[in-house]
């Protein structure tokens, strides 16, 4: 391909390179024609994930710097050690040349922008192209990191707010992440779920008395010493005001799941902003991981408790991202493994999660809604052909897709164009606090990013038809 491209004239090289805008016109999600045949091919069957022709929708700078970032993404021995040569790299080039590089290269590819002005044109453009933003605040907290404090959680819940009033700018049925440990202790959170395997820790944290708390009514947890009391208090109504923010907003929140050490409390707290705000639609969704063996016990259980509670539910299904971590607790602290035994268990396991969420969405109509939030093409198949067979609005309904800005495009960019609800999950912030966020993400998803190979494939040949002027 290089050797092609040395043969051009050096203007022509120019133009290919130069970074180019895409016109709404060009990029605007299309109306599928009007079929001449009698019997049109129905639209999950013309859904094509494999041949990259959405590609001829990036320009020629996006085409290179994604087959770059993804060739470096690729290596397991970079990713491991890529806080060694971030650090490396800094002191040898200094923190401006440093940062330039990584806006061209990693932030460039996977991060919205550090200025609203930034975010802003980067959700006008992925709107242009049928993707809808879900953007995340790249904050959150593990045992042993917490801050003294509420300052710190206070700040956070004022990024929350910001995160919410960029969300809700243009867009269609918005959404945003939030992790729960940005607002409340890790190790508060460590604790609840240690207190909730008691017995008479349950009936204390009740979602009732929780929700009570969350309402700012005087009460204290038996289970908590005083100063837990007051930290669990202050983050209940931190949550309460993102939440109540987020519905005047008209923005969806998508609460993360984390480790199996804090989900059960980031569960309780979770259910309890649902019971307050989820009386007459879903703005607050949890998260359930597929890679785990209980998960399709817990949704089931989550369900039935928030229909006891009369309000609405909203799920987002992950595979899961924390695998290696969780089983090298388990093995050291002596307990079962959580996590399912192979990735085909993890496949199957996610498969009947989806089933059961979208018999959900069927029987449940406008009460429950669901983001199917993966990159594997087989799940996004089996979604688009089921939401088919049962009459589900793929544009506006209660179904939509999610995945990490700068990956999957060909899966997502197909999506758009053909009218689904596909969301980005989109961070944004300056570079220091980003890419922190995204080494943490490279290694909770090595997984998927070594299986992006086809998409350098699809990138490679894009850009050598454009090289050689092929149609």
Request: with cysteine; glycine share 6%.
């Amino acid at each position: 391909m290089l050797n092609c491209g040395l043969r051009l004239p050096h203007r022509r090289l120019a133009s290919l390179w130069a970074p180019q805008a895409v016109s709404s016109k060009s990029t605007s999600p299309q109306p599928a024609p009007q079929a001449a045949a009698k019997d049109p091919m129905p639209a999950h069957l013309s859904l094509n994930l494999n041949d990259g022709k959405v590609f001829h929708l990036k320009s020629n700078w996006e085409l290179t710097r994604g087959l770059l970032v993804f060739r470096l993404c690729s290596s397991p021995w970079l990713v491991r050690k890529a806080p060694t040569v971030l650090s490396i790299s800094r002191r040898v080039l200094g923190h401006r040349l440093w940062t330039s590089v990584l806006r061209l290269t990693l932030y460039g590819q996977f991060v919205a922008g550090e200025t609203h002005t930034e975010v802003k044109e980067t959700l006008r453009r992925l709107q242009n192209l049928g993707i809808r933003p879900l953007l995340a605040v790249p904050i959150e907290e593990d045992v042993g990191q917490a801050k003294e404090g509420e300052d710190w959680y206070d700040k956070n819940a004022q990024s929350m707010l910001t995160c919410l009033d960029l969300s809700a700018v243009g867009a269609v049925n918005p959404m945003m992440q939030l992790k729960v440990t940005a607002l409340m202790a890790a190790a508060l959170c460590k604790t609840i779920a240690l207190r909730l395997q008691e017995q008479e820790a349950k009936s204390d944290l009740s979602i009732e008395r929780v929700v009570a708390a969350m309402k700012a009514e005087e009460l204290n947890f038996g289970c908590l010493t005083q100063e837990e009391n007051h930290h669990f208090k202050k983050s209940l109504r931190r949550l309460n005001s993102v939440a109540q923010y987020a519905v005047e907003k008209g923005v969806r929140v998508l609460v993360d799941a984390e480790y199996t050490y804090i989900n059960p409390a980031l569960r309780l707290v979770t259910v309890a902003m649902m019971a307050v705000w989820n009386t007459q639609k879903p703005w607050i969704w949890n998260t359930y991981q597929g890679y785990l063996k209980d998960t399709l016990e817990r949704l089931k259980q989550d369900i039935a408790l928030t229909e006891r509670l009369g309000v609405c539910f909203g799920m987002k299904l992950v595979r899961g991202a924390y695998l290696e971590k969780e089983r090298k607790l388990a093995k050291e602290k002596g307990y079962p493994d959580p996590v399912q035994p192979s990735w085909e268990a993890t496949n199957e396991n996610y498969q009947r999660c989806l089933d059961f969420g979208l018999d959900q969405v069927s029987r449940a109509r406008g009460r429950f809604e669901m983001i199917v939030a993966t990159h594997n093409e087989v799940s996004v198949m089996h979604t688009v052909q089921r939401m088919a067979e049962m009459g589900i609005d793929k544009g506006a309904g209660p179904v939509s897709f999610g995945q990490l800005l700068g990956m999957c495009d060909q899966i997502s960019l197909a999506l758009g164009q053909a009218g689904y609800a596909i969301y980005k999950s989109i961070p944004f912030g300056s570079v220091e606090e980003v890419i922190p966020y995204l080494i943490r993400r490279a290694h909770e998803n090595q997984s998927v990013l070594l299986g992006i190979r086809k998409e350098q494939d699809l990138l490679q040949m894009e850009l050598r038809k454009r090289v050689l002027r092929r149609p």
